[in-house]
């Protein structure tokens, strides 16, 4: 089924390491976004891109970095996590006019301790 | 700049009565206006685009470009429709980017 996947969907980690959220979708979408909640809070772009080897920052300004090298495939890692990363992560594509809206994945909040 | 207010944070209503969800926009060019609704353990999800008109699960929403406006509503509301509802912005051009307002948690009391 057509879709867009994130694991991990909980993910609790140490201060320091490196981590990578998974997203992938299957809907041959050419946009595709990270955006960062805080429980009860509005979304914030933190990165996006508009096709293979094309990333882009967004408004809020993070720490975390995004690779686009496969159109189904956006994954975003944090080098050295920090206790400030501790958020929820959400992953979503669009087909490229945006016309249709986003697609939004299940998430991933990230605990770290 | 463009930026989406969604002045209630949380909104109660009894079952069967009308539901209005507020939202306003500050946008230069020619807005394209979202509804996202998260019902509880579900992701977000599309519930309705000012362009396309419609309505979905008996709510609609206008847009009023006079007083920058696209608040969503429904004339009786059910206890199913208890959930987080955002309302987006998009910008034109290629970036095609959504600006999200807060949210409004709403709640249908029996």
């Known amino acids: 089924e057509a ?8 993910l609790v980690i140490g201060t320091g390491k ?37 990333t882009e920052k967004g408004d809020l300004s993070s ?7 496969r159109t189904e495939h956006f994954p975003l890692t944090l080098e050295s996590a920090r206790p400030s990363h501790t958020s929820q992560y959400l992953c ?3 087909e490229f006019s945006g016309y249709y809206g986003y697609t939004f994945g299940s998430g991933t909040r990230l605990t770290v301790v | ?36 609704v998260q019902y509880s353990r579900q992701r977000l999800q599309l519930l309705l685009r000012h362009i396309s008109r419609e309505s979905i699960k008996g709510f609609t929403a206008d847009l009023n470009k006079g007083e920058t406006s696209f608040h969503l509503k429904k ?10 509802y955002y309302c987006a912005l998009g910008s034109s051009g290629s970036a095609r980017q959504l600006t999200f307002g807060s949210g409004t948690q709403l709640t249908v009391l029996p």
């Open chain 1, 3 to 10: 879709d867009i996947y994130q694991t991990p969907r909980y």
């Open chain 2, 75 to 84: 004339p009786f509301a059910q206890e199913e429709d208890s959930a987080m």
């Open chain 1, 92 to 94: 979503a594509s669009s």
């Open chain 1, 63 to 69: 720490e975390s970095t995004v690779s686009r090298i």
């Open chain 2, 1 to 36: 700049a463009q930026r989406v207010t969604q002045p209630e944070k949380l909104l109660s209503v009894f079952k069967g009565a009308p539901v209005e969800l507020k939202c306003n926009y500050s946008y230069s060019g020619s807005p394209e206006l979202f509804w996202y």
């Open chain 1, 18 to 54: 490196k981590i990578t959220l998974e997203c992938s979708q299957t809907m041959g979408h050419d946009k595709m976004y990270w955006y960062q909640q805080d429980p009860g809070m509005e979304l914030h772009l933190i990165h996006y891109s508009y096709g293979v080897n094309s």
